[in-house]
C-alpha cells in the first residue's frame, strides 16, 4: 500500500514509469543514443564532437534496423523507407498511449484519495461546526484533512498537464499523430535520414514539452479540429517537413469534425476552456454527478446552477475566485469520481459528503438537528430525526431572516429543504442563541 492508500497498482507500476515514460530505445531517437547524456539545461555545445556523431550515427543505424525487420518490405522496393517509418509510427504511438494511460491511471487514483479526504472533512467540519468548537480548530482541522488531498496534487500534479485532464490532452495528441501520419504518407521518404526524421517527428507530439507548449493558452477544448504539430505550422513538431511543407498533403483538404450541438445556456455553468463540450450527453452525465433530478436532466435550469455553487462552495470553502458558478475541467474530473445521489436519501453533494452511512455521518446527523433546534424556529424536531424526517425545519430556518441574510449560496424554492455548508456555517453553536 503506497503512501496515499492507492496500493501497488500506482505505487508500484507507475512511479518511475511516468517520471520516464519514454524508454532508452525512445530516447535514442532524440539522443541519438542513451549512452550520450551531456547535460544541455544551458544550450547546445558549439562545437561538433566527432566521438558523439559517431556514436548517434551507429544508434540511428540500429534503430532502423530494428523498424526495417518490423516493416518486413524488400530492400529496394519503392516503399521501403515509408515501411520502415510506419513500423516507427507504430512503436512511438504504443509508447505514447502508455504514457498517456498511466496518467489517466495516476489522476483517477488522485481523485479517489482528494474524494475521501474530502468526505471525510465534510463530516468532521459540520460535527465541529454544530459542536461549538473554537474558532482555531475550525481553522486547522479542515486544513489537516486537506493535507492529504494537497500532498497527491502536489506529487501527481506535476506529471500532470494544467487544466486538461489525461484524457482531453490524449485527444489532441491522438489527432496530431494521425495527422503527422497522414502528411509523411503523402510526401516522399526515400532514404534513411528522411525515414528518420519522420519517425523523431512523430516522436517529438507526444514529448511532454511539446504537449505543454501547444495545449498552453489554447481556449478550445479538444476535438475542436485543431491538432498539434500538422502541416499548418502550428504546435512544436511539424508534419510534412519530411518532404517539404509544399508536399504534405498538398491539395488535400483540412479534415474538421462537425460542431457539436450545444446545450443552450450551458456556458453558464461550463468555464470557457470547456464550454464547447457542452453537449446534452455530456450536461446529463454532470447532472447525474451533481444530484439534479431527473426531470431538469439535459437542459440548464436553475437547480442545475444552485447544485454548481452547492459544490463549488462545498469544494472550495476558503478559495472565494473558485466560486464563480463554472464548472473547469479540474471539477468535471472530480465529479467523475462521485456517485451521484440515491432516490431517497440526501440531495446533494454536500448532503453526500456529510451524512454518511457510518458513524461521522450519523453524529454529523445529531449535532445538525439539534442546531436547529437551538435556532427557536418553528417546532423542535425529534432529536433522532433522519434527514428526511428535518426537511421542513431545515427550510423554515433557512427563511427565517435572522439566518436568510447571511447564507452565501442562493437556494431555489423547490431546494431550500436541503442543508449546505454555508447553513451549517451560521447555525447556533451550544450556548449561543439565533
Not at 507526444?206 to 489554447?218: H, N
Not at 454548481?308 to 472550495?316: G, P, T
Not at 471539477?331 to 452511512?357: M, S
Request: aromatic share 6%; glycine share 12%.
Amino acid at each position: 500500500m503506497s503512501v496515499f492508500g492507492w496500493g501497488n497498482d500506482l505505487g508500484g507500476k507507475v512511479g518511475v514509469a511516468v517520471k520516464f515514460p519514454m524508454t532508452c530505445a525512445m530516447l535514442a531517437l532524440a539522443l541519438g543514443g542513451c549512452g550520450y547524456s551531456v547535460d544541455k539545461r544551458h544550450g547546445i555545445d558549439p562545437a561538433l564532437d566527432p566521438v558523439a556523431i559517431e556514436t548517434a550515427v551507429q544508434a540511428r543505424a540500429r534503430i532502423l534496423t530494428a523498424f526495417a525487420a518490423d516493416a518486413r518490405v524488400p530492400e529496394g522496393d519503392p516503399s521501403y523507407w515509408h515501411g520502415v517509418a510506419e513500423a516507427g509510427f507504430n512503436h512511438v504511438q504504443d509508447e505514447c498511449r502508455v504514457y498517456f494511460q498511466q496518467l489517466h491511471s495516476l489522476s483517477r487514483g488522485r481523485e479517489r484519495a482528494r474524494a475521501g479526504f474530502g468526505a471525510a472533512s465534510a463530516a468532521t467540519t459540520a460535527i465541529l461546526a454544530l459542536t461549538g468548537a473554537s474558532p482555531l480548530t475550525e481553522v486547522l482541522v479542515p486544513p489537516a484533512f486537506s493535507v492529504g488531498a494537497a500532498a497527491t496534487d502536489v506529487v501527481i500534479g506535476s506529471y500532470l498537464y494544467r487544466a486538461y485532464s489525461p484524457a482531453a490532452a490524449w485527444i489532441v495528441v491522438r489527432r496530431s499523430l494521425a495527422a503527422h501520419r497522414r502528411a509523411v504518407s503523402a510526401g516522399r521518404v526515400d532514404s534513411a535520414p528522411a525515414a528518420y526524421r519522420a519517425i523523431q517527428e512523430h516522436l517529438d507530439i507526444c514529448l511532454p514539452v511539446s504537449i505543454e507548449g501547444a495545449l498552453a493558452g489554447r481556449g478550445a477544448p479538444p476535438g475542436d479540429g485543431s491538432e498539434l504539430g500538422t502541416s499548418t505550422g502550428r504546435g512544436n513538431a511539424g508534419a510534412g517537413k519530411t518532404s517539404g511543407r509544399g508536399d504534405a498533403g498538398r491539395g488535400e483538404p483540412r479534415r474538421t469534425d462537425p460542431a457539436p450541438t450545444l446545450v443552450a445556456g450551458v456556458e453558464e455553468i461550463l468555464a470557457p476552456a470547456i464550454a464547447s463540450r457542452g453537449t446534452k450527453e455530456f450536461l446529463v452525465q454532470l447532472q447525474e454527478k451533481l444530484c439534479v433530478p431527473l426531470a431538469e436532466r439535459g437542459v440548464v435550469g436553475v437547480t442545475t446552477k444552485a447544485m454548481v455553487e452547492i459544490f463549488e462552495d462545498w469544494k472550495y470553502p476558503r478559495i472565494p475566485r473558485e466560486r464563480d458558478g463554472k464548472l473547469t475541467d479540474r471539477d468535471t474530473v472530480a465529479l467523475r469520481e462521485e456517485g451521484g445521489c440515491p432516490d431517497n436519501g440526501p440531495r446533494n453533494l454536500y448532503e453526500k459528503a456529510a451524512f454518511t452511512a457510518d458513524r461521522d455521518g450519523a453524529n454529523a446527523l445529531s449535532e445538525l438537528v439539534k442546531a436547529l433546534n437551538r435556532t427557536k424556529v418553528g417546532e423542535d424536531i425529534d432529536p433522532g430525526a433522519s434527514l428526511e424526517a428535518s426537511r421542513k425545519k431545515i427550510a423554515a430556518v433557512r427563511a427565517n431572516p435572522a439566518f436568510a441574510g447571511r447564507l452565501s449560496v442562493r437556494l431555489p424554492g423547490a431546494m431550500a429543504e436541503q442543508v449546505t455548508r454555508d447553513l451549517v456555517s451560521v447555525l447556533p453553536r451550544p450556548g449561543a442563541g439565533p
